[in-house]
């Protein structure tokens, strides 16, 4: 048989080859075809099956849910009407409010919903009005969800879980509720989800069953949990008992299964003979139904049988047509084939530079052509493989130069495809997260997800993804040991040749470290370095929000402004960091002594400020400020010393004394002030009569500025008359203050204020130039033997350039040493003995003669007072004033006289006014006076004309 099919020609190998093919083509293309179909048809009707039934599911819950909440309203409303009814007969008089109310709850309580469904009522506040069970009367569900939802809605549909009093878990229920609004009731009438069977009307849903069709005669149906068809085309009635031995064995097959399909044979009325079915049938759990939709095979498989008679009609025709198109094709062919023959064994041999006859008639000559293209392809080929040879290498090399970037990177990064599954991590994404790639691939990063963010964050995320292709951003994440943890995220989408999503590449990075030190940023922002506490900015904003409290609880914030006594002076002892020890020790009882929700504060220095919240009544303050002095009656204890430290306390309390942080904090400051001056350790409540006093004082200390540079002030001198020869023997410069409108500021005001703005200095300066000016003018007139006597405050005198500023003003204005006279209390010289020895000694030793000013009135020892290098003594003029009708005045006076005398040192009596007293000085033996009864402090021009006289000679006579 081979030697024979050998020996035969080509065109008849070719008609029996082809034909034979084609018959096989066709019979194998059929029963594939047909094997497809088969398979085609089964899944889509198990799909249209699954997904009607997944339908019927759908819409039977919808339907039942709709259904329940139409009851529920239904009641709820019915009940509200009754209350309506009942509120017109109090309206009319006909029945007192309790009386309705005691028959609206009899009411209430009589009807029952299901099994166990009932009705309640609460307020619009939470409290239980009305409820089957009493041990819940009265109580107020505001604190659960429950109770804050329905005050919050009034009306409408809830589902939700509720346990009553003795159950041990939740039930899921539902409630419908309306709101009488004239006794404040929230009518609710609920029933477990359990029972909903009872409360469903299946005529709410019976026409949506009964259109579904599956087929030309398929159905669906609804079977209860215990056998009972809810509803059927004709089957009624319990299932399990009511048809034959098969059927019940079916209903009880799809009750205890209740999830599933099966294929099974039915007998429908009026047939003889059973069909083939298949159902699709899924649970209803909370109602205990099974939905199920049916077909019939019959109706499925008869588009295949038509097809089966298609193919088998097809392979037969094609048959017949095919054997003279063979035997014409090989007989065509068998000529010129022969040639091509050739042609192609010298290209198999290598030759690729072969060509066939392209003029050869039909299709042997465009075979040829085709054979010709195929060996120009060819060529092309072998070209283009070897330079896709060339470049899969350089590629090659790329993909290994990625896949070490990807693995050594410090940056986490994960690939995911286009649903989010993920399919490759690099090993810094384990060192960061702690998940190894076998753990994370083929997981969406959601097991990366942490609670830090909420669903609104992630839907924000998505969305720009979606819309920009990228999304980079900050955001927590969770480690595999439940760590959560700050990265920079960026998330790109990868997209095929088509331009659809195919991957998504997340990169991020680890900012734990960053986040930890931003953190401690913001803590040194807000804190105190040394004791820890707020600082001024951060108890700034706490009293903000602590008056906000007070504005809606209607209560008192009370502020406290603390300042340590005489603390510079332990600093300056033990130094400054014992002196940081007790500022710490001194924050830690504060902080004990109050309450969480109170805020301690440092200000700076030794300053500390206390807000203390929900104060009702004034006494609260003071019991706060003894409070806060108690804490300093216990010593500190540095290097083993004790140490003891008073506070002065200002108090200011919100809103009497301020309507703001900052106006509550200056006026805390200024009652501490005011608590330094009435002598420390004690405290002082603000007042409005201090705040304008203090605004007095800001207002006198910003005029005084303005005044020292626009030169207001002026120098003014007294002369010092020397009782022996009746001469003026020196004179003491004044300053006074004369405003642009003429107003004479009294020394007694500004003076101090001078002191303790620190403007006693440049105003210091000031009088010392202008002192050493008037004396160069008063040389000219021929008052050259003439002193000049010029108050230095202890603040200049404790100045450590005092000596170099007043050789300046010396050397400035030519005027010798020894005709400048410098007034010092004796009280600047007691505060630092050894020091101010040093200073004065440094003056003399220039030529400056030292007077003690105001002798008398501080505190002063003879054994230092001949140490000091002084030469006058100044009586204080409070000594002088009666001195002619006090005694003791009279011998004070006389002693210092004589103690001066005995220590070689001159007096000058000061405020001498009468000649009474100018005589009885003169009997104590006192050289030099000062005072009106010569002549008031002058200006300039005035004090030249005085000294003159009217000889014009610089001398003047008792």
């Known amino acids: 048989m081979t030697q024979l099919l050998r020996k035969l020609g080509i065109k008849y190998r070719l008609m029996g080859y082809f034909s034979l093919f084609f018959a096989l083509s066709m019979a194998v293309f059929g029963g594939a075809v047909y094997s497809v179909m088969h398979e085609t048809v089964m899944t889509n009707i198990e799909r249209q099956l699954d997904a009607s039934t997944e339908a019927l599911r759908a819409m039977v819950q919808s339907a039942t849910d709709a259904s329940v909440r139409n009851r529920l309203r239904a009641i709820a409303e019915k009940n509200r009407d009754i209350l309506v009814g009942l509120e017109a007969e109090v309206q ?8 309705a109310r005691t028959l609206a709850r009899t009411i209430l309580l009589s009807q029952s919903i299901g099994q166990t469904g009932y009705v309640y009522c609460i307020t619009s506040k939470g409290v239980v009005a009305v409820h089957p069970n009493e041990q819940l009367l009265g109580q107020d569900l505001s604190g659960q969800w429950i109770g804050r939802e329905q005050a919050k809605r009034l009306t409408g549909y809830m589902e939700y879980e509720w346990a009553n009093p003795g159950e041990m878990r939740t039930r899921p229920k539902a409630l419908y509720m309306v709101y009488f609004e004239p006794w404040d009731w929230i009518i609710s009438a ?17 026409a949506g069953v009964a259109s579904f069709r599956v087929g030309d005669s398929g159905y669906a149906f609804i079977l209860d949990g215990e056998g009972n068809m809810v509803f059927h085309p004709w089957l009624k009635g319990n299932m399990t008992d009511a048809i034959d031995a098969a059927g019940t064995e079916l209903f009880q097959h799809i009750r205890r299964i209740r999830d599933g399909k099966i294929a099974y044979s039915w007998l429908d009325p009026g047939r003889d003979t059973p069909r083939d079915k298949l159902m699709h049938f899924r649970s209803l759990p909370e109602l205990g139904w099974i939905v199920a939709s049916s077909s019939y095979l019959d109706e499925v498989y008869a588009p295949l049988r038509i097809l089966g008679t298609i193919i088998v009609v097809a392979v037969l025709l094609t048959l017949l047509l095919t054997l003279p198109l063979c035997y014409a094709l090989g007989l065509s062919i068998s000529r010129p084939l022969t040639v091509l023959m050739t042609r192609m064994r010298d290209a198999d041999r290598g030759d690729l530079s072969v060509r066939a006859d392209e003029n050869a008639r ?32 350089r590629a090659e090399q790329r993909l290994r130069l990625y896949e070490k970037v990807f693995e050594n990177a410090l940056e986490g990064i994960s690939i995911t495809d286009k649903s989010g599954v993920m399919v490759a991590v690099n090993p810094a994404f384990t060192t960061i997260t702690g998940f190894t790639s076998e753990e994370v691939i083929g997981k969406n990063p959601r097991v990366l997800k942490s609670d830090m963010h909420g669903e609104e964050f992630y839907g924000e995320m998505w969305t720009t993804l979606k819309a920009r292709g990228s999304w980079h951003g900050e955001i927590w994440n969770r480690r595999k040991n439940g760590e959560s943890y700050p990265e920079i995220l ?34 040194h922002l807000y804190h105190d370095g040394l004791t820890g506490l707020p600082n001024r900015v951060l108890v700034l904003d706490r009293l903000s929000m602590a008056l906000s409290h007070a504005n809606r609880t209607g209560t008192k914030v009370a502020v406290l402004f603390l300042d340590l006594d005489n603390f510079k002076k332990i600093n300056d002892s033990f130094g400054h960091a014992q002196g940081d020890t007790l500022l710490k020790a001194v924050a830690e009882r504060l902080v004990a002594l109050y309450r969480d929700e109170d805020t301690v504060a440092r200000q700076g220095g030794d300053e500390f400020l206390v807000v203390v919240v929900d104060v009702h009544e004034e006494r609260e303050v003071v019991d706060l400020a003894e409070g806060l002095q108690r804490v300093f009656e216990e010593p500190f204890v540095i290097k083993g010393q004790e140490v003891f430290i008073t506070p002065s306390i200002g108090v200011t309390l919100y809103p009497d004394d301020g309507q703001d942080p900052a106006s509550l904090v200056k006026n805390a400051d200024m009652a501490m002030y005011q608590s330094k001056a009435k002598g420390r350790n004690s405290y002082f409540l603000f007042t409005q009569q201090m705040s304008e006093r203090i605004a007095q004082r800001l207002t006198l200390e910003s005029d005084m500025r303005r005044a020292l540079k626009e030169r207001e002030f002026t120098v003014y001198f007294q002369p010092k008359v020397d009782l022996a020869s009746g001469e003026v023997s020196g004179l003491e410069a004044l300053v006074r203050w004369v405003k642009p409108d003429g107003i004479i500021v009294s020394p007694e005001d500004f003076i101090p204020m001078a002191e303790e703005t620190g403007l006693i200095v440049p105003l210091g300066e000031f009088v010392l130039d202008a002192s050493c000016k008037a004396m160069q003018v008063l040389q000219g007139v021929g008052c050259s033997a003439l002193t000049v006597a010029v108050n230095l405050s202890p603040i200049q005198f404790g100045q450590e350039d005092l000596v170099e500023m007043v050789v300046a003003n010396l050397e400035r204005n030519g005027l010798p040493a020894s005709r400048l006279e410098l007034e010092i209390t004796e009280s600047t010289l007691m505060t630092d003995v050894q020091s101010s020895v040093a200073q004065l000694n440094r003056l003399v030793e220039l030529g400056i003669t030292i007077s003690i000013d105001d002798f008398g009135t501080g505190y002063s020892s003879l054994y230092y007072l001949k140490n000091f290098p002084i030469s006058t003594l100044k009586i204080d003029r409070s000594f002088i004033r009666d001195i002619t009708i006090d005694d003791s005045d009279a011998k004070i006076v006389e002693t210092v006289v004589l103690m001066a005398r005995t220590m070689g040192i001159g007096v000058v009596a000061e405020g001498v006014e009468t000649k009474e007293q100018l005589d009885l000085l003169a009997t104590f033996g006192c050289a030099t006076v000062q005072g009106y009864y010569y002549s008031r402090p002058l200006p300039l021009e005035k004090i030249i004309e005085f000294l003159l006289g009217k000889n014009g000679v610089c001398t003047i006579r008792r």
């Open 362 to 393: 039909g299709e042997m000559g465009s075979l040829s052509m085709h054979f010709n293209r195929y060996m120009d392809r060819l060529v092309d080929f072998r070209d283009e493989l070897r330079a896709e040879i060339d470049e899969r290498t």
């Open 190 to 206: 609920s029933a477990y989800r359990q029972e909903f069977t009872s409360l469903i009307n299946v005529e709410d849903f019976r």
């Open 490 to 523: 960026s998330i790109s989408s990868i997209r095929d040749d088509d331009g659809e999503i195919a991957n998504y590449v997340a990169v991020f990075h680890d900012i734990s470290d960053m986040k930890h030190k931003e953190e401690q940023l913001a803590h």
């Open 92 to 99: 009319a008089g006909r029945m007192t409010g309790q009386a």
